[in-house]
């Protein structure tokens, strides 16, 4: 019979017959009492598990050794944190950039449309009072017509040079 097939009882019978000893400490993964082999190995004879027992000392070193270890691992993961928090603010702050980029084009578009728009409509303003001009008769409308023809191509010529 293999010692993974005997009941908690007979694992620490088995010890006790050895010459080994049951100890006042209790596991601490089940809470069960310790046993002591006669070549000095301590087991859990309910966990079925070896159990390694530590000075105070060994205990304060391996509670420092796991303190310094979960520091560089506290800090390997805010590395990692700020890196992908930078990695996103970068991501961000192009998709912001290309949105404005966007936004701008969009803008640009709509006044360059509106200028063609009131380009056009001051070219057809201009044949009309032209087309006007040829038929008019009194000089006090004819005067009052060339100067707003004159102030149309004046618009015109301003879009034209700056657009």
Not at 61 to 88: A, V
Not at 106 to 125: F, G, P, V
Request: net charge neutral; proline share 2%.
């Amino acid at each position: 019979m293999s010692n993974l097939d005997k009941s908690p009882e007979r694992r620490a019978a088995d010890i006790l017959l050895r010459g080994g000893k049951m100890l006042a400490l209790a596991c601490p993964v089940c809470s069960s009492p310790l046993y002591q082999t006669k070549d000095g190995d301590v087991i859990c004879v309910v966990c079925n598990r070896p159990v390694k027992i530590l000075s105070k000392k060994e205990y304060e070193k391996e509670m420092l050794k796991d303190k310094d270890t979960q520091k560089k691992e506290d800090l390997t993961n805010k590395n990692k944190l700020i890196s992908k928090q930078d990695k996103n603010t970068k991501n961000l702050a192009s998709e912001v950039k290309e949105k404005e980029k966007t936004e701008i084009k969009h803008n640009y578009n709509n006044i360059n449309n509106s200028i063609m728009n009131a380009y056009d409509t001051l070219s057809n303003k201009l044949e009309e009072i032209m087309m006007r001009i040829r038929t008019e008769h009194d000089l006090s409308t004819l005067e009052r017509l060339l100067s707003v023809v004159e102030k149309i191509i004046d618009l015109m010529l301003l879009i034209e040079e700056e657009y």
